[in-house]
C-alpha cells in the first residue's frame, strides 16, 4: 500500500496570537509560516508525489501552494475529512482563556470523552481523518501502485490523531505526539500493519533549546506554535 506524507500547514496568524483558530475563516499564515511553506518544495525535492490532498482551510492551502507552482503536473485534491476538528464554541477564543474551562482537563487526558460545545468530539474528528485516509489509500495504489507516495496537508490535532491510529494508540494517548508547523511526518501503510517512518520532522532542532520560558506541561490545543 502507498506512503502517506503527512504536512502540517506553515505557522499561522492564529498560533502566534495565541488563537484556537478552528474553522476560523481568514487565518492565514504568518511571515515565519510563509517562508516555512517556501522551503518545503526543497525537503520534498526527489519524492515522487502521485496525489496532494488539502484541508479546505486557508493555512493549508497558502502552505501548499509553492509546492504546487514547482510541480504544475500535481493538481491538488480538497477533502473537508482532514479539516481541523470542529472546535464550535470554542473556535477563535485565546488558548490562555481556555485553560481554565473544566473541559480543557479532560481534552488533555481523557480526549475520547472531549465533545466540543457547538462542535465535534474527539473520536469524531479522529473518524473522519482515518476514514480519509483509508480510502485515499486504496485510490492511490488503485490509480498509481502499491508503491505510491501521496501528500496530505493538514493540522496538528489530525495528524497527531491519524499517528495515534497507525501506531495502534488509544485516543486517549494522542496528546504524547507532537507535530510542529510544517513538519513532516510519513507512514507507511502495508496489508497487515502501517508503520510509522517520520514523526513531525522540519530539520531544525531550535524547538529542542531551552527556552527563557518554559513551555506548558498540558499539549497545545490545535498543535502550537512551534519553536520561538
Known amino acids: ?40 518544495p526543497g525537503r520534498l525535492d526527489g519524492l515522487p508525489l502521485a496525489e496532494a490532498v488539502v484541508s479546505p482551510l486557508q ?3 497558502e502552505t501548499m501552494r509553492p509546492l504546487l507552482d514547482a510541480r ?23 488558548l490562555a482563556e481556555l485553560k481554565d474551562e ?16 457547538g462542535g465535534e468530539s474527539m473520536r469524531e474528528m479522529q473518524t473522519r ?41 488509544h485516543l486517549d494517548l494522542f496528546q504524547r505526539v507532537s507535530v510542529e508547523p510544517c513538519s513532516v511526518t510519513a507512514i507507511r501503510y502495508t496489508r497487515l500493519r502501517p508503520y510509522l ?3 513531525g520532522e522540519t530539520g531544525d532542532l ?3 533549546a531551552p527556552r527563557e520560558t ?4 498540558d499539549a497545545p490545543v490545535g498543535g502550537g506554535a512551534g519553536a520561538p
Not at 102 to 114: F, G, I, K, R, Y
Not at 214 to 217: F, I, N, Q
Request: net charge negative; with cysteine; proline share 8%.
Open 72 to 94: 504544475p503536473g500535481l493538481t491538488p485534491r480538497t477533502d473537508d475529512r482532514i479539516g481541523e476538528c470542529h472546535y464550535g464554541d470554542w473556535s477563535g477564543r485565546k
Open 129 to 169: 481523518a482515518v476514514a480519509a485516509v483509508r480510502d485515499w489509500n486504496a485510490r492511490v495504489e488503485s490509480e498509481h501502485g502499491p508503491d505510491a507516495v501521496y501528500l496530505m496537508c493538514s493540522h496538528g490535532d489530525i495528524i497527531k490523531s491519524i499517528v495515534a491510529d497507525a501506531l495502534g494508540l
Open 197 to 199: 517512518v517520520r514523526l
Open 1 to 40: 500500500m502507498p506512503t502517506l506524507i503527512l504536512v502540517r500547514h506553515g505557522r499561522s496568524t492564529a498560533n502566534t496570537a495565541g488563537l484556537l483558530a478552528g474553522w476560523t475563516p481568514g487565518v492565514a499564515l504568518d511571515e515565519r509560516g510563509a517562508e516555512q511553506a517556501a522551503a518545503l
Open 102 to 117: 473544566p473541559l480543557m482537563e479532560v481534552v488533555q487526558t481523557h480526549p475520547s470523552a472531549a465533545a466540543f460545545p
Open 214 to 217: 518554559p513551555p506548558d506541561d
Open 59 to 61: 493555512r493549508c492551502q
Open 206 to 208: 531550535a524547538s529542542l
